[in-house]
């Protein structure tokens, strides 16, 4: 079993920066993709980045370079820096984990491939 922790989140002007963080328990993170999703009331979860468990990194093109995906393995940890905020990256945002993923295969963007989830961080922008 993984249980996933999300924090970091808050209130912050538009053109600003957070840093989420996803603290996981269980002794295999490391071999794990990590994946962050956000998601605002009555839409789908959207996909944000993904990274494998030797750093590789995938993002949605939306993102636009601003957001970036990295983890420590030793601390089992999983990080998402935002900067150039915009009011519309305002949802709640999730990590979640991918106990099955292999190197050989993309980075999992859908949220089905992932078997784990934190319950979210909120993340407001205002303009």
């Known amino acids: 079993q993984v249980q996933l922790v999300e924090s970091g989140g808050g209130l912050v002007q538009a053109g600003g920066s957070l840093r989420l963080s996803c603290a996981a328990s269980?002794?295999?993170?490391?071999?794990?993709?990590m994946g962050w999703f956000r998601q605002i009331p009555g839409k789908e979860r959207e996909f944000v980045a993904a990274?494998?468990?030797?750093?590789?990194?995938y993002y949605a093109d939306s993102m636009n370079g601003r957001f970036t995906i990295s983890r420590d393995n030793a601390k089992n940890t999983t990080y998402l820096q935002m900067n150039s905020l915009k009011p519309e990256d305002t949802a709640v945002y999730y990590c979640?984990?991918?106990?099955?993923?292999?190197?050989?295969?993309?980075?999992?963007?859908?949220?089905?491939?992932?078997?784990?989830w934190g319950q979210g961080t909120q993340v407001t922008v205002s303009s």
């Open positions: 990274i494998s468990h030797s750093g590789s990194t």
């Open positions: 979640a984990a991918d106990s099955d993923y292999h190197p050989a295969y993309a980075l999992p963007r859908r949220a089905r491939s992932y078997d784990y």
């Open positions: 269980g002794r295999t993170f490391s071999s794990y993709a």
